[in-house]
């Protein structure tokens, strides 16, 4: 089941996540294989999940079976460190059913967060440094 929590008009926040925790158990008491929160930072556009790893926890403490997966962490928002502390802490609170998916996140992340949201210039910048990177070590 692929998820990001999206706004529901005239409900209260805690009501929306409280339904959503329940909706997790019953695809965990049916048999479905994972459940899947994207990382947005756009919750006036779409999304009530900007710390996948806070309500994956919860869902954690109430299901069994299910994968857990955070689908994707946006690393270019994230300390290294920091990331990778809450992966190791969320995969031993869900007894090994975290699956981890990492991405570069997406136009309107960047556009909010100050980064360029060209994707073709940014691919471009990252190939001309590997070119360069290539040709110095020759």
Excluded at 34 to 60: D, G, I, K, R
Excluded at 99 to 127: C, H, P, Q, T
Aim: with cysteine; aromatic share 8%; proline share 5%.
């Amino acid at each position: 089941m692929f998820d990001h929590i999206e706004p529901i008009p005239g409900q209260e926040l805690g009501q929306i996540y409280h339904d959503r925790l329940s909706q997790v158990e019953r695809f965990d008491a049916a048999g479905f294989y994972a459940y899947h929160l994207a990382e947005h930072h756009t919750p006036a556009v779409h999304s009530l999940a900007p710390s996948q790893n806070v309500f994956l926890a919860a869902a954690s403490h109430t299901t069994q079976q299910i994968k857990l997966c955070p689908c994707i962490y946006v690393l270019p928002l994230h300390h290294p460190l920091r990331l990778i502390e809450e992966i190791c802490m969320l995969d031993h609170l869900s007894d090994g059913r975290l699956e981890v998916g990492v991405g570069r996140g997406g136009v309107l992340e960047a556009y909010f967060w100050g980064s360029d949201w060209d994707v073709e210039r940014r691919m471009n910048i990252k190939a001309k440094g590997r070119r360069r990177r290539k040709g110095a070590i020759r």
